[in-house]
């Protein structure tokens, strides 16, 4: 399966009914990561990739070519995790208030789209994207 065929999958799905076991399971086996929003402050992460990033109006999550870049210590400003935030690659939500889609996402990582849908409207524009793709991005930074 490619991000393609999982974003297909997974266009139109209702807001709150979004993943599947199979869904899940497929992404997981594919080593795909699926990104979608819930309420205005939860940046989902489901499939290679399973957590939820706090995000109130909007965040970045930051990602290195094994997953997303957790801080192991109490200091935000301890210089091993700012070495590796500086060279993150992000995905930025963006929460929109003023109409739909409340949340989209802004990222260097190749990926598709899908729509949640809510009430009719589209209420998130999610992304799919292969783990590869961020290894691809982070031996493509090396070599320059």
């Known amino acids: 399966m490619d991000a393609k065929q999982l974003a297909d999958m997974l266009d139109g799905r209702e807001y709150g009914q979004e993943m599947t076991d199979a869904i899940f399971a497929a992404a997981k086996m594919s080593k795909m990561v699926i990104v979608f929003g819930a309420s205005d402050d939860i940046m989902i992460f489901r499939g290679a990739i399973t957590c939820e990033v706090d995000c109130f109006d909007g965040g970045t999550a930051c990602l290195n070519y094994e997953g997303l870049i957790k801080n192991k210590c109490d200091n935000e400003d301890c210089p091993y995790f700012q070495k590796l935030l500086q060279s993150a690659i992000t995905i930025e939500a963006v929460w ?44 493509k930074e090396e070599s320059e």
């Open 96 to 139: 929109n208030t003023n109409g739909n889609p409340c949340w989209t996402y802004e990222t260097a990582i190749p990926h598709e789209t899908f729509d949640i849908v809510g009430d009719g409207d589209i209420y998130c524009r999610g992304i799919v994207f292969h783990m590869d793709a961020l290894k691809c991005l982070f031996c």
